[in-house]
């Protein structure tokens, strides 16, 4: 038993958690997992907590052999034994699960990284996360932004070009919405970088997103 909960944990590849049931519907992976934590103290007032309840939630991890998965982290809910305790209850929390979030950390870096890198459709990479166009898109924006406004990431870009094609055709039914990607150009920098997505058409868009950056 201990050897197949250790090959379930590094199949599933993030630190703390172990995955306890794995289950197939229509082409989906569902992953259950919790944290390897079973002894925690209050963080109020130190003592050893007692497990109050366990709250499942669902969130989009990265696809396993072509198909989406999702993680069902049942979360505990621990309870301070300190009745004069402040604290009472509290929910685990995991940096690699943000919060409320609808993708693990690494599921977003990587739709990021498929859009930014590998030139993917949004559309495309929705499809193999199993998520919504919009959710993909957001993924794009929240993780990329940390990169883009990282004032190193700018530096040295000579030349900058628009990538509008690649996501006006991932554009869902509405014809209408476009988001622009702002592409570094500059020579000898081997592939193009896509430095920010904006919303609106080319042309406006890029003139926009140098005058906030002042790159001229
Ligand atoms: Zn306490």
Do not use: N, Y
Request: hydrophobic letters at 45%; a positive charge.
């Amino acid at each position: 038993m201990e050897r197949e909960r250790s090959a379930a944990a590094v199949m599933l590849g993030m630190a703390g958690f172990v995955v306890l049931a794995v289950s197939e519907h229509e082409g989906e992976l569902e992953q259950a997992v919790e944290t390897t934590a079973d002894l925690v103290g209050c963080p109020t007032c130190a003592a050893v907590a007692e497990l109050h309840d366990r709250r499942p939630v669902w969130v989009r991890d990265l696809p396993s052999a072509g198909r989406p998965v999702t993680v069902v982290w049942i979360k505990r809910v621990w309870r301070c034994r300190h009745l004069l305790c402040p604290k009472r209850t509290w929910t685990e929390t995991s940096v690699l699960i943000a919060a409320r979030a609808s993708l693990t950390g690494r599921a977003r870096a990587e739709i990021c990284r498929r859009v930014g890198e590998d030139g993917a459709s949004v559309a495309a990479v929705a499809r193999e996360f199993g998520i919504g166009w919009r959710t993909a898109m957001s993924a794009v924006r929240e993780h990329g932004k940390a990169r883009v406004d990282d004032p190193v990431r700018l530096a040295g870009v000579a030349a900058v070009g628009v990538d509008e094609t690649a996501f006006q055709a991932a554009a869902p039914t509405r014809s209408t919405s476009f988001v622009t990607g702002i592409v570094d150009l500059t020579r000898g920098r081997g592939p193009a970088r896509l430095l920010d997505v904006v919303a609106g058409r080319s042309a406006s868009a890029l003139v926009s997103w140098v005058d906030e950056r002042d790159l001229s």
